[in-house]
């Protein structure tokens, strides 16, 4: 089985730039997919792959990867980007999906 | 635009079955580009996978559930469904559906939920 381990909050003051993390071993072979979920909502699908952005998605939204570690980068954060995000890969020994535990973004 | 919604009983009674059904618009079901999938979000928790389905049927659980799970698809309505039986108070949760895409591409194999639904929350309680 795999885990994908995310820092439960991180804060960011409003117009900075801020990182959020996913660490699991499937990372070394699957790219990460992040979504974004706000009070009450279904979670938003807002980078997929190396780093692609579903249509809607503002491009201060960026992905990257290394080794074991995904990073969903948000440049010049909003006050409407305060949610929760997910990471999200597949399992590296099977067709299995997972889910980080999630980082609640704070944005000051 | 492609829509996802949930509907089944927001009340289970402990040791009952668990039955949700995801109704697929605004696209085909049987497309052989993607696969079928709940998710759960217990209250004030994060995601958890259920499973997937394929059009043709083929079927992918979370081992933690797979023994109560049973995950099904019916192409002519454009429906997949959930049964989650034997369920207990820690299977309350909000379920959604979403449509799961996986790409394979040089060296790489990329995946993603998108869209999902709106989600419905199910409380097991007597």
């Known amino acids: 089985s795999s885990e994908l381990t995310q820092d439960p909050a991180v804060s960011v003051a409003l117009g900075q730039t801020v990182r959020i993390t996913c660490q699991g071993d499937s990372l070394r072979s699957y790219y990460a997919s992040w979504y974004q979920q706000k009070p009450g909502q279904a979670p938003v699908l807002v980078i997929y792959?190396?780093?692609n952005r579903p249509s809607g998605i503002p491009d201060r939204f960026s992905g990257s990867s290394s080794g074991n570690t995904a990073s969903l980068t948000i440049t010049g954060a909003q006050a409407e980007d305060e949610a929760d995000y997910y990471c999200n890969s597949r399992d590296s020994s099977s067709n299995h999906v997972v889910f980080g535990g999630g980082t609640k973004l704070t944005v000051l | 635009q492609l829509q996802l919604q949930e509907s089944g009983p927001g009340l289970v009674k402990p040791s009952e079955t668990l039955s949700l059904t995801c109704t697929v618009s605004?696209?085909?079901?049987?497309?052989?580009?993607?696969?079928w999938g709940w998710i759960r979000q217990p209250p004030g928790k994060g995601l958890e996978w259920i499973g997937s389905i394929y059009y043709s049927g083929s079927t992918y659980y979370n081992p933690s559930l797979k023994s109560r799970v049973t995950i099904s698809v019916d192409t002519s309505k454009n429906q997949f469904s959930l049964k989650l039986s034997s369920v207990t108070a820690a299977d309350t949760a909000v379920y959604y559906c979403a449509r799961r895409r996986i790409v394979v591409v040089p060296a790489a194999m990329i995946e993603w939920f998108d869209p999902w639904g709106q989600g419905t929350l199910v409380t097991v309680s007597s």
């Open positions: 605004g696209g085909s079901i049987s497309s052989s580009s993607y696969y």
């Open positions: 792959g190396k780093n």
